[in-house]
């Protein structure tokens, strides 16, 4: 996986997708416990395994098939994996004693978004980005994920699909107060080996 | 007067919670550095390890920062953690959770 080597790529722990990129490609060995014990790094790497999967699908069916995507468009996926697994702000969670303080990582909610998107066969998450007051409780928040669907597929169907489950996920997992999903489909990718129809 | 938990025993209670799957340092190794050397300048103790315990003169806080696992609610795992915690603590202790990773 190639990255622009003017790309905003380093995370706040210091480490950079190059770094990181170049773990998973050696399987992360040896061991480097300051990857395997920070959370930036682990959600990176979960990330970055998804799109070089990806991207070797893509390679496999190059051949044949006219909508190759621009090689930015990997690119681009690295660069806002890197903003996304970011901490963050802290948002916080119901505790009823006030002597303690509960909370989330912006960057691990927008983690798991990524991770209910990948999910989803067809889908490929871009960006998420939770607007509104998301460090007080019960503030309305809206979440914006930013998406690629596969050619072919109904963008309708795998939007709504995408939106539910991340609203169902966000609804399990946080106490974030949020009133809308919105998706943005700001790009088509190739079919996935697994994917086609052999028919 | 009770004793204060040892980050090391209490690392190995709330990896025995429900729902979670790692514990976390609190901060980044170098971030640790400093926090140390505020603490000599605060005359606070910190005991460093994946739970910091920290005793300042106001009172004492513990700090966990955990991976949920997906397949439980991730609050209901944070909530399960704080009281683990505060079940430990001496009375007065404030408590602080954040789940850095749902995985």
């Known amino acids: ?199 | 007067m009770s004793i204060p938990p040892e980050s090391s025993s209490l690392a190995a209670q709330l990896l025995a919670v429900s729902g979670v799957a790692e514990i976390f340092p609190p901060s980044s190794p170098i971030a640790q550095l400093s926090t140390l050397a505020a603490g000599v300048l605060t005359r606070s103790t910190i005991r460093a390890g994946l739970v910091e315990v920290t005793h300042t003169p106001g009172g004492t806080r513990i700090t966990a920062k955990i991976a949920a696992t997906a397949a439980q609610p991730a609050r209901e795992t944070g909530r399960r953690v704080a009281d683990a915690l505060l079940a430990e603590a001496e009375p007065g202790t404030a408590v602080t959770v954040q789940i850095v990773r749902i995985s």
């Open chain 1, 1 to 199: 996986m190639a990255v622009t080597e003017n790309a905003p790529t380093t995370l706040d722990c210091g480490k950079t997708i190059e770094e990181l990129s170049a773990y998973l490609a050696a399987g992360r060995t040896p061991p480097d416990p300051d990857i395997d014990r920070c959370p930036e790094c682990l959600s990176a790497l979960d990330g970055l395994d998804h799109v070089a999967q990806l991207s070797r699908e893509l390679i496999i069916r190059d051949i044949g098939l006219q909508l190759a995507p621009p090689e930015s468009w990997i690119t681009t996926i690295i660069t806002n994996i890197a903003q996304d697994v970011r901490s963050g702000r802290s948002l916080p969670l119901r505790h009823d004693n006030p002597a303690v303080t509960l909370s989330v990582t912006e960057g691990a909610v927008r983690a798991l978004v990524w991770s209910v998107g990948d999910a989803i066969d067809g889908v490929v998450i871009g960006r998420c980005r939770i607007d509104g007051d998301a460090e007080t409780l019960d503030a309305p928040v809206q979440v914006t994920i930013t998406a690629s669907i596969l050619w072919g597929r109904s963008p309708q169907d795998l939007s709504e699909l995408l939106r539910s489950r991340v609203h169902e996920a966000l609804r399990k997992h946080t106490d974030l107060l949020v009133t809308a999903v919105n998706i943005v489909i700001d790009d088509l990718h190739k079919a996935s080996p697994e994917s086609e129809d052999p028919a």
